[in-house]
């Protein structure tokens, strides 16, 4: 399965000239980008784990895709993610947010249904990847 | 003698020894009978409306013989303390805070001498802030279009526009999610929402029903929705509804790891039966909830707090707003109803598509998408926004495209209205001819092409068709809905458009 979270994921991987495209993008409305890694990529896992703190002021394109390859280098077979953060006031939220790595191999998720009273069930989303310990997920 | 605007004796009009404008003196003004508005006090040209006065503009349509300034003064009267004949109780209240003030009349243009077109006229209107209760949307409107829109001086009247004071809007604790919230607990940034409200839209059971819901959501929507009529009927009790339609939503999420939602009507005859249909949305997991505008402006507000209290988006659907909002010499603007549901507190709100099957001249539309997405509207005749709203940090509503639209207007859709909008593709998703799969996989895929497309600095507006074409040329599925839906567009004269004058006096 291929996880559809973010922008994009419904088009072909994007190179690193059309993700430097998306940045400047950013770049160009003042906004702050980061970098983001995770080995838990269930859908309600908001925090993935932080490489660096957002690029506030960064006005150089090239410096944030340099970023996006020391991530890809430091953590192979993980998902990695670009944000862009717009700190106006009445937004103060994420206003981009794309893949831009995954794992070979996504084994997807599972449904766990527990049956209760009348015909109600409680679903827990269950990762696969994520029944192995931190770190020996994807390898 | 009638008088021409109230076609009731002037007799004691006379008595009165009428005069143009206001009566200022007490024993003159206080004499039983019948006075003009204006003279009452209601025409108070020299007015200077205070920050904390809530302030509307009418479009008002007088009969004939009418005089302008009397009819808006009339309505002013009709819309707050007047009575038709002089009361002496009112000297008992300190009757001039009670009283709205017309204060400017303009002709609206393309009406009156030499158009052929009955004159109209655009009627400005003052209201203290202690008119009005705090956080009641059902109080502010039973004053401002409670009796006024069948007063018989006037053939027709339609309320355009409102500025609602810092002061008021405060009282008010709006949508209970909100654009910026809603997006953090999906999880999706930076692009329009994509939907579809399951067709047909009546008559499947609930079993059938989740199996549109789970391929819509599988294939790559983010919400799917009940229709405005989707309630409790024969052919499907509402429990097996959600039943059924969060047990696609889990598996959906499941499918593609990615947050999925399913809007629950929980419309129904009373609000004992309302709560109990969004408890048990709440039970199941469910992370939205809908209601129609039918229900009522107090059931709206109650919803709204439930919803609040219970984390959860609530989704309005605009049944019935036609009735009121799309004539434009008589009702109301869907402009006002937009600033009513803001404060009242919807996190979703239908706002029309404007190349769709429903009404919705573009600009027009998108001075609704603004009312709902502003932190502050500035006053944009040209969108029909007539005046200044500060929202003071009031959460936004996500607007919601639906009705008639389909993948071959994404271009058109991302430039009218942005990225904060839910898309709603129904037929265009699940009349698909490979499959329901195929039509959400086509939209999502045309969605993601043109959003990155605009933000590599393409002209969307202009080589959209062949942003779609060349996504088309590696997803079979959007070249077979490009093929399908080519010739689809729904070209008619809009009923309702801005009149307005280019350069405004100020007010």
Known sequence: ?139 | MLDGFSGRSTGEIAMNKPVDGRITDVKTRYKGGVLKYAQMGYWRPDYEPKETDVICVFRITPQEGVDAIEAAAAVAGESSTATWTVVWTDLLTAHESYQAKAYRVDVVPGTGEGTGKEPQYFAYIAYDIILFEEGSIANMTASLIGNVFSFKPLKAGRLEDIRIPVAYVKTFKGPPTGIIVERERLDKFGRPLLGATMKPKLGLSGKNYGRVVYEGLTGGLDFTKDDENINSQPFMHWRDRFLFCMEAVNRAQANTGEIKGHYLNVTAADMEEMYARAEFAKSLGSNIVMIDLIVGWTAIQSMSNWCRKNDMILHMHRAGHGTYTRQKNHGVSFRVMAKWLRLAGVDHLHTGTAVGKLEGDPMTVQGYYNVCRETYNHQDLSRGLFFDQDWCDLKKVMPVASGGIHVGQMHQLITLFGDDVVLQFGGGTIGHPSGIQAGAIANRVGLEAMVKARNEGKDIANEGPDILRAAAKWCKPLEVALETWKDVSFNYTSTDTPDFVTTPTAS
């Open chain 1, 1 to 139: 399965m291929k996880i559809t979270q973010g922008q994009f994921s419904f088009l072909p991987d994007l190179t690193d000239e059309e993700i430097r495209a998306q940045v400047d993008y950013a770049i160009s409305k003042g906004w702050a980008l980061s970098v983001e890694w995770t080995d838990d990529p269930h859908p309600r896992n908001c925090y993935w784990n932080m490489w660096g703190i957002p690029m506030f002021e960064m006005r150089d394109g090239a410096a944030v895709l340099y970023e996006v390859n020391a991530c890809r280098k430091e953590h192979a077979e993980t998902y990695i993610k670009v944000n862009a953060f717009d700190n106006t006031r009445g937004v103060e939220s994420m206003v981009m947010s794309f893949i831009v790595q995954r794992p070979s191999h996504e084994p997807g998720f599972g449904l766990q249904r527990t049956e209760e009273h009348g015909r109600t069930i409680r679903y827990t989303t269950h990762s696969y990847a994520a029944t192995r310990p931190a770190g020996h997920r994807y390898s």
